[in-house]
């Protein structure tokens, strides 16, 4: 794994927009993986700033969201696709017939997912996945006891998810109680990942994932199978991380270190 810290979150956002530019430039119809959260939001503004005012072309992109809450509509303000349209789609040039979403208030949710995992490996599988990380140490809504195997299905979510993202909606009651998410089996076949995580209340996950034992407790510690992971980190997230002088020896030393 490769752990790049960043002083703050505008360090880390830029430094993840970097990574995404260098796919698309090397491959123009590159397929991404797509994160919502407060934590990717800075990437995306990032994103639709190099568009504007750089010409990063995403006319031949293809997108797959990792998650989606399940009963919102897509209307629905809270909805993750509601979200991806506001922060990202509304603003570049991805065109619609190529951007996926899990769906949250699909009639068939079996057949859903069997059919978005079928279209991740008919579009050649995922060229760069962007991931946050909960409190919890999961990614996507892979909560602590999903199996390092998983793949697109329905989870329930944790106490501990409802409670960080119930600031988000008026009351904890409305938080929904599941989500249809990639598996982690899923998200390992990405070809490259990054990682991004900014804030104290999300060190002791980052340490957990990067120097913890591998376990589906912290189903972010399963990127230690992945042989092109990068975190993205701020020193509020890093704070607790053992080995932080040794990491940023390294990141001193990388030649392209975004
Ligand atoms: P956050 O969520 O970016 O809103 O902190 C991250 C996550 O739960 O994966």
């Given amino acids: 794994m490769e752990i790049i810290v960043k002083d703050n979150v505008e360090g880390m956002s830029k430094s993840?927009?970097?990574?995404?530019?260098?796919?698309?430039?090397?491959?123009p119809d590159a397929v991404l993986g797509l994160a919502t959260g407060s934590t990717p939001?800075?990437?995306?503004?990032?994103?639709?700033?190099?568009?504007?005012?750089?010409?990063?072309?995403?006319?031949?992109?293809?997108?797959?969201?990792?998650?989606?809450?399940?009963?919102?509509t897509q209307k629905h303000t809270q909805s993750y696709h509601y979200f991806m349209y506001e922060n990202l789609f509304k603003h570049v040039n991805i065109p619609n017939q190529n951007i996926y979403i899990p769906s949250g208030?699909?009639?068939?949710?079996?057949?859903?997912?069997?059919?978005?995992e079928q279209r991740i490996v008919?579009?050649?599988?995922?060229?760069?996945?962007i991931l946050g990380i909960g409190s919890d140490g999961h990614i996507a809504f892979n909560e602590p006891s999903s199996s390092l195997?998983?793949?697109?299905?329905?989870?329930?979510?944790?106490k501990?998810?409802?409670?960080d993202n119930a600031r988000f909606f008026d009351s904890p009651e409305e938080v929904?109680?599941?989500?249809?998410?990639?598996?982690?089996?899923?998200i390992l076949e990405a070809h490259k990942i990054i990682l991004l995580a900014n804030g104290k209340n999300k060190a002791d996950a980052v340490a957990a994932a990067i120097e913890?034992?591998?376990?589906s407790m912290i189903t972010a510690s399963a990127l230690q199978l992945h042989r092109d992971t990068m975190f993205i980190v701020d020193r509020d997230a890093a704070s607790s991380l053992d080995m932080l002088d040794y990491y940023e020896w390294i990141q001193d030393k990388m030649p392209n270190a975004p």
């Avoid at 993840?16 to 491959?27: D, E, G, P």
């Avoid at 994103?47 to 919102?72: A, K, W």
């Avoid at 929904?176 to 899923?186: D, K």
């Avoid at 913890?212 to 376990?215: S, Y």
């Fill in 41 to 72: 939001l800075g990437l995306y503004k990032e994103l639709v700033r190099m568009h504007e005012q750089e010409g990063l072309d995403f006319s031949q992109v293809t997108t797959f969201n990792l998650d989606e809450y399940v009963g919102l």
């Fill in 149 to 158: 195997g998983s793949r697109t299905r329905i989870k329930t979510l944790a």
């Fill in 212 to 215: 913890g034992p591998m376990t």
């Fill in 176 to 186: 929904p109680v599941y989500a249809i998410t990639m598996g982690v089996g899923t």
């Fill in 105 to 116: 208030s699909t009639d068939n949710y079996e057949a859903f997912c069997k059919w978005y």
């Fill in 122 to 129: 008919e579009c050649g599988g995922i060229d760069l996945q």
């Fill in 16 to 27: 993840a927009a970097r990574v995404v530019a260098r796919t698309l430039n090397s491959k």
């Fill in 160 to 163: 501990q998810t409802i409670d």
